[in-house]
Nanobody
Framework: VQLQASGGGLVQAGDSLRLSCAASGRTFSSYSYAMGWFRQAPGKQRELVAVISSGGSKNYAESVKDRFTISRDDLENTVYLQMNSLKPEDTAVYYC?????????????????WGQGTLVTVSS
């Protein structure tokens, strides 16, 4: 399974960005894979942003609730992260991940496959 993330960039506080992550691979089937977004800021551990099960159940980090929205398009094998009202503390490398289960755990260590990361920088 390969994941290709895109959509990062430099924005100002209060702006919006949408990240995309396309999955591919002979064994990948959106209908049986959970997907998610995690982030890692300099000097910090990788942390949950949002995850979505194959059935569409979502889980968000408290720090992004009501600002970020995760969604998936199973026909396109793509997961999205719509980020609104961005804050400087959202600055990080954002990684998409997937695992071969229908449910979506919150721990990064639970995920088998990772994309290359896309940098989001929010200036104040």
């Amino acid at each position: 399974v390969q994941l290709q993330a895109s959509g990062g960039g430099l924005v100002q506080a209060g702006d919006s960005l949408r990240l995309s992550c396309a999955a591919s691979g002979r064994t990948f089937s959106s209908y049986s894979y959970a997907m998610g977004w995690f982030r890692q800021a300099p000097g910090k551990q990788r942390e949950l942003v949002a995850v979505i099960s194959s059935g569409g159940s979502k889980n968000y980090a408290e720090s992004v609730k009501d600002r970020f929205t995760i969604s998936r398009d199973d026909l396109e094998n793509t997961v999205y992260l719509q980020m609104n009202s961005l804050k400087p503390e959202d600055t990080a490398v954002y990684y998409c991940a997937t695992r071969r289960t229908t449910w979506a755990p919150a721990l990064p260590s639970a995920y088998e496959y990772w994309g290359q990361g896309t940098l989001v920088t929010v200036s104040s």
